[in-house]
């Protein structure tokens, strides 16, 4: 029996010694995206991109190996199974023992392929798309003063230069309106706007900084803001920080008097059948360093099933500064609710109700919050619109919206249709017609339209032709006030990049004809450059 025990030990080790070792890497999920995976691992020198890792607890590999570090990898996902952060991962691997190395002859070292150093993968890829863009719009009126301006735009979105961290985004706009000689105007007439200029630095996967002038998506009612924000990630939860200056009130310049802070926090859902977003935060905004504004928002947006869409969001004042008695009273601002169903693949509703009241800024506005609060009341919206396509090649639209306050001031009723007509037979093109009709507390309005459109040269020369009529009745006039529209577009691309329009409108009444003149040149960039 004794015998018999060490013969198997014996073999056992012989065996060991004769086949490769499998060996076990342990990792875990530190960072989940819509995207990647991220795998912390001790070391990862014996994992190549292209393996597939299983998740703890399972026989079948869940992820593959994108591009690595020396500690940690990215991956995608396979087989639809469900990561989440912390989870464990491992990986199998085999390394030949010390017998193995010593079989292998000389020669055949010397003849070994020379070793390669693996080049590691960057995990973020350049992307850059923008456009620059110059136009031009007269207006030659036979009764009152001709006027031309002209205008330029540029919107960049360089998202990780050179594969970096480093990401820059902008959008510029300079307006220029020419005077008439004899003009004694003393209005400004030249305009410089700076709407988004940042530098983003994505410090790790899961934490972001932004420096500059940048409007964020999860707090997109508080307009720009000029300073820092911070953003970090915990699996799905997120929480930031922002800091800076709001744009000044009547240039939209930089105001270093209008200090503003605060944080948020949220959660995100990015599931096959159901994505949502949920963000709920704070500010502070200031005048000169007194308290000028403090409220809190929500906003919530999700799909599910790619069918239901909804989106909310709410502001609530928790300040209020009266005949110098500060209060914490709550107030609310703003609220939108928005639901679009996709009913089928030919037809979609959506529906909308939205509450907002006048953003009271108690030290900008202390000369006239008396008067301003006498008129506190909501300006409340009911919408709904309905898009069909009964047919292949037609398409048709009907919406309704009301506009309302508590005291019937300022109220509205719209009403507007449309049916589309493409690829017409024999003569091609597409064929639209339209109508709104307006009716509020001093006015009956009444417009039609109608446009065709089409390629002229395949590809290249595109035209658009249209006929619309305007029919205002205003209560307090007598004689309805009609006037009529022609115009046309000509668009021509000059290469895939670079595209020139004009149009050309006529507006004729009984008062007055007016002449109006559009030119725009447009060249678009994008350019993607691979992983390193």
């Known amino acids: 029996m004794k015998f018999k025990l060490h013969f198997i030990i014996a073999f056992m080790a012989l065996t060991s010694n004769a086949f490769g070792q499998d060996n076990i890497l342990h990792g875990q999920v530190s960072f989940v995206t819509t995207n990647n995976i991220y795998v912390k691992f001790d070391d990862t020198s014996f994992i190549k991109v292209g ?45 030949k023992t010390e017998s193995e190395t010593k079989q292998e002859s000389p020669t055949e070292l010397l003849l070994a392929a020379p070793v390669v150093e693996e080049t590691i993968e960057s995990m973020y890829t350049e992307n850059i798309n923008g456009s620059v863009s110059l136009s031009g719009y007269s207006n030659i009126n036979s009764q009152r003063e001709n006027r031309t301006r002209v205008m330029t735009r540029l919107a960049l979105n360089a998202s990780h230069i050179n594969n970096s961290k480093f990401s820059f985004n902008t959008y510029l706009n300079y307006r220029y309106i020419f005077e008439q000689a004899d003009s ?12 988004n200029l940042s530098v983003r630095y994505d410090a790790l996967p899961s934490f972001s900084v932004i420096a500059g002038r940048n409007i964020n998506p999860k707090i997109s009612s508080l307009g720009a803001i000029d300073g820092l924000q911070l953003e970090k990630y915990f699996g799905k ?25 605060g944080g948020y926090a949220g959660v995100m859902t990015d599931a096959k059948k159901f994505y949502s977003q949920t963000t709920l935060g704070f500010v502070e905004q200031q005048n000169a360093g007194e308290t000028d504004r403090r409220f809190a928002y929500f906003q919530h947006n999700s799909t599910i099933f790619k069918n239901l869409y909804l989106f909310s969001s709410l502001e609530l004042d928790l300040y209020s500064k009266v005949d110098g008695v500060t209060a914490n009273d709550i107030r609310l601002t703003n609220l939108y609710i928005s639901a679009r169903y996709r009913i089928s693949r030919k037809v979609n509703l959506m529906l909308s109700y939205d509450s907002r009241k006048r953003i009271l800024y108690y030290q900008t506005f202390q000369s006239e919050i008396d008067r301003l609060l006498d008129d506190d009341l909501a300006r409340q919206g009911l919408r709904a619109r309905l898009n069909i396509r009964p047919f292949k090649y037609i398409s048709a639209g009907f919406s309704y919206a009301r506009r309302f306050r508590s005291d019937e001031q300022n109220k509205s009723n719209n009403l507007h249709g449309y049916v589309t007509w493409t690829r017409i037979p024999s003569i091609e093109g597409r064929l639209s017609l339209s109508y709104n009709r307006n009716e509020s507390n001093y006015l009956l309005s009444n417009i039609g339209s109608i446009r065709y459109s089409r390629d002229l040269v395949k590809n290249k020369l595109y035209a658009d032709f249209y006929y619309r009529f305007v029919d205002y009745n205003y209560y307090s006039m007598t004689d309805p006030y009609l006037q009529h529209y022609i115009g046309t577009n000509l ?25 109006r003149i559009y030119a725009r040149l447009v060249q678009r960039f994008n350019t993607k450059k691979n992983r390193r």
């Not at 890792?53 to 991956?75: F, H, I, P, Q, R």
């Not at 930031?240 to 008097?257: E, L, Q, S």
């Open 51 to 95: 393996d597939s890792l299983n998740l703890g607890g399972t026989d079948s590999a869940c992820l593959v190996v994108k591009s690595k570090s020396s500690t940690s990898c990215v991956c995608s996902i396979i087989n639809d199974c469900e990561i989440q952060k912390g989870d464990e991962v491992l990986f199998n691997y085999m390394v």
């Open 491 to 515: 668009s021509y691309n000059i290469s895939r990049n670079l595209l020139f329009s004009i149009s050309g409108e006529m507006a004729i009444s009984e008062i007055e004809n007016n002449y």
């Open 184 to 195: 004694t105007s003393l209005l400004k007439n030249n305009f410089f706007r700076v709407y």
């Open 237 to 261: 939860f997120y929480v930031g920080a922002i800091g800076g200056f709001r744009p000044d009130t009547f240039d939209y310049g930089f105001n270093a008097d209008l200090l503003q802070y």
